[in-house]
């Protein structure tokens, strides 16, 4: 275990957290044959679902008050460990189903202390399904618990226990660790990425703040032979949350507006800043849920706040010379804002968790923020007024912004008969078959129109690098002609009201858009611009699946001799595995092609490698965490030089980057 103030004696536990706590609902047969179900998907987001539910355990003990350290660890053959200083499991026997309370929990869907209100007032996890179904999923389960002075054991595998429960040893400590396998037969994949934990574990570190949790990588040694390893460790919770989101912005008030109160009993945290970009950043967490479709905290968060500022506003006359109607959205550009309630029953829309639907919140929400808020424009004038003034430029921006897109409509509609002149369209008008390439430079667009199938597969060259939109206020951005002919290709549509936003995707004409961009630094920056566009201003894309990377080769390997056998290499690695499968280790025997661009390939070339299904290899962008998302691209393509230096000399050790 960790350091002596992580520990949490036997004494802390209360008396009656026994094994008449844990109520059993039904039974666990249906995990493993509908997993999607339970976990989501059975993808990468499903696997790492499973180190979600069993760390939100431990999260729960520490929300009850008995847990403070929560250590994940990724262990060599790709395991996972999770061991926290909690309670312990209760070991037992449990009255009704005569077996161990811990067997009980592993084995029984909808079996565990969170459904016994006097166990835990709130509680994350997939309504109890979590750990069990993490068993069910495993090849592998071993779980251990300090409890009452003694280590108990007990071991699984695909759910089933394969041990009777055991006394193992002595302990002067609670606790429980979780050590599991993923069951390959389930999942399409089995290795764990560890950035994609870290921002997990991150977030909810921010979210409980004193909680300490900590990340190793036993499978990444340095050469000293120490694993990677992170810790995460918040003192103020959502105010450094929203700072270090925030990091690439530039603030347009310096202080983060903090807010944390409880109203008829639901616990709410609120903390917001304003920043000089244009767009909204507002993340909503109901018990450490991340809610990605809001729900009604956010309602209550968005009206509390419109109302508040725009009587603020009224009464304070600072709105008499403004020409044009205020939206609600000009109230919430360049916000930045994380909202985190604790509701002891949550009612969420949907199996996945990213909606909640308590009526009830909305109200308590509404109030509680309107009343702080109130009291911090009153506080602070200055502040106040730069926030409004912030609103009344977002105002003018959007009626500028809609003129500009009013006057590419006359001359040409968005989304409508007037296609990009440089546009090779395929035959098919079926959109789900349908693939748009954006291919840098009219050279390889060149090549790709020659390569390419014709009924399925469109190209759009684009000139040189786009817009930064990160940057460009909305209007600039329909000033921008590659900009405009992506929306043409695409058949997107923009706000066609003066006071929306919100991308019209009804006539989208391709379900496949592939970044192709030379496998080089001007590429790569090519890319993260379009990548950029897309999160920034036409987000469905993304949250589809619609979005893709092609992945053209780096090299040519041939053997020299009369039997010439030649196969494209993506990486060093395979060039070496090249030469020891097919030049018996002889690098003399190579001959190597290294592509520069994409230009540099005949269209049969880019055809075989990048473009033709059976062959290629394309890159899913995803979105699995919002707030790492947004804070990456504010980093990367924002106007701030030294986070922008500190991300790159901090990911340069794990990440290809080409020199």
Not at 18 to 35: C, H, S, T, W
Not at 249 to 269: A, F, M, R, Y
Not at 454 to 475: C, T
Not at 569 to 583: K, L, T
């Amino acid at each position: 275990m960790a350091s002596e103030e992580y520990q949490n004696t036997a004494e802390q536990a209360p008396k009656h957290y026994q094994a008449d706590n844990i109520q059993v609902l039904e039974g666990l047969e249906a995990v493993r044959k509908r997993p999607a179900m339970y976990i989501g998907d059975i993808s990468g987001r499903g696997l790492h679902h499973l180190v979600y539910e069993v760390v939100d355990n431990s999260i729960d003990e520490a929300l009850a008050g008995y847990a403070n350290h929560i250590e994940v660890t990724i262990l060599e053959d790709n395991s996972i460990r999770v061991v926290d200083n909690g309670r312990g499991i209760p070991v037992d026997m449990h009255e009704k189903m005569h077996k161990p309370a811990l067997e009980v929990v592993l084995t029984v869907l909808h079996a565990g202390g969170k459904f016994d209100k006097g166990s835990y007032k709130v509680s994350g996890g997939l309504h109890g399904v979590g750990v069990s179904c993490v068993n069910a999923l495993s090849d592998y389960l071993r779980a251990e618990i300090h409890r009452e002075g003694k280590v108990y054991m007990q071991e699984y595998a695909y759910g089933k226990p394969t041990t009777g429960l055991k006394v193992i040893g002595e302990s002067d400590h609670t606790g429980t660790t979780i050590i599991f396998h993923p069951d390959a037969s389930i999942f399409t994949e089995t290795v764990y990425d560890y950035e994609t934990l870290a921002n997990r574990l991150r977030d909810l570190a921010f979210l409980n703040a004193g909680i300490t949790l900590t990340l190793t990588d036993m499978r990444e040694l340095d050469e000293e032979g120490n694993p990677r390893s992170e810790r995460f460790h918040s003192d103020e919770g959502l105010k450094e949350f929203v700072r270090y989101i925030d990091q690439g912005k530039e603030h347009l008030i310096e202080d983060v507006i903090h807010i944390n109160t409880e109203s008829k009993g639901v616990p709410i945290e609120v903390a917001m800043t304003y920043n000089t970009s244009f767009n909204e950043n507002i993340y909503s967490y109901v018990n450490n849920i991340n809610t990605i479709e809001g729900g009604t905290h956010l309602t209550g968060f968005r009206r509390g706040l419109t109302t508040t500022l725009k009587k603020y506003a009224e009464d304070n006359h600072l709105l008499d010379k403004l020409k044009i109607e205020l939206s609600k959205e000009d109230f919430r550009d360049g916000l930045t804002a994380v909202i985190s309630v604790k509701v002891a029953e949550p009612q969420f829309e949907g199996q996945t968790k990213t909606k909640l639907g308590n009526n009830e919140v909305m109200g308590v929400v509404y109030t509680a923020i309107s009343e702080a808020l109130r009291n911090f424009l009153e506080e602070n004038p200055k502040e106040a007024r730069k926030i409004v003034d912030k609103v009344i430029l977002a105002a003018q921006a959007r009626h500028a912004a809609y003129n500009a897109r009013m006057k590419v409509q006359r001359k040409s509609p968005l989304g409508g008969a007037g296609l990009p002149g440089k546009l090779a369209d395929c035959k098919s008008r079926d959109a789900a078959a349908c693939e748009l390439f954006l291919v840098e430079g009219d050279s390889a667009g060149g090549s790709a129109k020659s390569g390419r199938n014709p009924n399925y597969q469109a190209i759009l060259p684009l000139r040189g690098k786009i817009l930064n939109v990160e940057k460009a206020m909305d209007h600039k951005v329909f000033e921008s002609e590659e900009i405009v002919n992506m929306f043409k290709a695409l058949g997107v549509t923009i706000g066609t009201e003066e006071d929306s936003k919100e991308p019209n995707m009804s006539k989208l004409r391709y379900h496949k858009i592939i970044i192709m961009t030379d496998a080089d630094v001007d590429g790569a920056h090519i890319a993260t611009l379009l990548m950029t566009f897309f999160f920034r201003r036409i987000r469905p894309i993304i949250d589809n699946g619609y979005l893709y990377i092609a992945t053209p080769p780096l090299y040519k390997c041939t053997m020299k001799g009369k039997n010439k056998v030649s196969e494209y290499a993506w990486d060093d690695r395979q060039v070496q595995e090249f030469v020891d499968r097919v030049c018996g280790g002889d690098r003399s025997k190579l001959t190597l092609v290294r592509y520069k661009g994409l230009g540099e390939m005949n269209p049969e070339q880019l055809w075989e490698t990048t473009m033709d299904p059976e062959n290629r290899m394309l890159k899913k962008v995803t979105l699995t965490n919002a707030a790492e998302a947004d804070r990456v691209f504010s980093v990367l393509m924002g106007e701030e030089v030294a986070p922008r230096r500190e991300f790159i000399e901090e990911h340069a050790t794990y990440a290809n980057i080409d020199a």
